[in-house]
């Protein structure tokens, strides 16, 4: 069975504090994808990053980064300096239909709010 | 750039009340879906399409629920008897194409029954 586990349910830092924010996965496939999207307080799903489960390169884009490591099924979310306009809920999500089949469907975590302090 | 576009942004309504959400996915897309977010928990899958029709339903997605594209560039969800338990944000997505996994998602549509 899929799931994903945000076990951070809220965390609270003051700006420019680094911080991680944890994801595990279950899957049987040996094939999926890994996603995290934000949540601000406007309530829209942006996208923040897709790897797939081929790729265990770390990836940084400005403040962020992302760790994903199969052997322990995670794929944790750093931002470093964080500043207040971070503030919001992050998930992180499991796709298994690698080869575009027709469902596709994300597996979201229950998510983790960060409340970054001025 | 392209965006996922959903209307109404807030509905209110009386249980029993027959509710449709409207989407409009990226053009040229090709795999559409709705998803439910109850407020303060997670987002959960209801419902795929693609080709014109179902591809993947959730347990949520009971016989009250049904999805259309109508015509070349919009996508419905119609909840046919709402009920108190149905008051969610409801989120449109679209997915490009075979091999190109992400999904891009409207801003929802925040329903709430009374």
């Known amino acids: 069975a899929q799931k994903v586990t945000q076990a951070q349910t809220e965390i609270s830092v003051v700006e420019k504090e680094d911080v991680t924010l944890d994801c595990v996965y279950e899957t049987r496939d040996t094939t999926y994808y890994l996603f995290w999207y934000k949540q601000p307080p406007s309530g829209e799903l942006v996208f923040l990053i897709r790897?797939?489960?081929?790729?265990?390169q770390n990836e940084i884009s400005g403040r962020y980064s992302w760790n994903f490591q199969k052997s322990t099924s995670s794929f944790n979310f750093t931002i470093t300096a964080s500043q207040v306009v971070d503030s919001a809920v992050y998930f992180c999500?499991?796709?298994?239909?690698?080869?575009?089949?027709?469902?596709?469907?994300?597996?979201f975590g229950t998510g983790t709010l960060l409340a970054v302090q001025p | 750039e392209p965006e996922v576009t959903q209307t109404p942004s807030h509905q209110v309504t009386q249980m029993g009340q027959e509710v449709i959400l409207r989407c409009v996915p990226i053009?040229?897309?090709?795999?559409f879906y709705w998803y439910r977010q109850i407020l303060g928990q997670k987002v959960e899958f209801l419902v795929s399409f693609y080709n014109n029709e179902i591809s993947e339903k959730s347990e949520i997605f009971d016989d009250q629920f049904s999805v259309e594209r109508p015509d070349g560039s919009n996508f419905t969800l119609k909840i046919r008897s709402t009920k108190l338990e149905d008051s969610a944000m409801y989120f449109c997505?679209?997915?490009?194409?075979?091999?190109?996994?992400?999904?891009?998602f409207g801003p929802g549509t925040r329903l709430l029954v009374l």
């Open positions: 053009s040229n897309h090709l795999y």
């Open positions: 790897r797939n489960s081929f790729d265990e």
């Open positions: 997505a679209s997915r490009d194409r075979p091999n190109q996994e992400t999904q891009y």
């Open positions: 999500a499991l796709s298994e239909d690698f080869y575009g089949g027709a469902t596709n469907k994300l597996i």
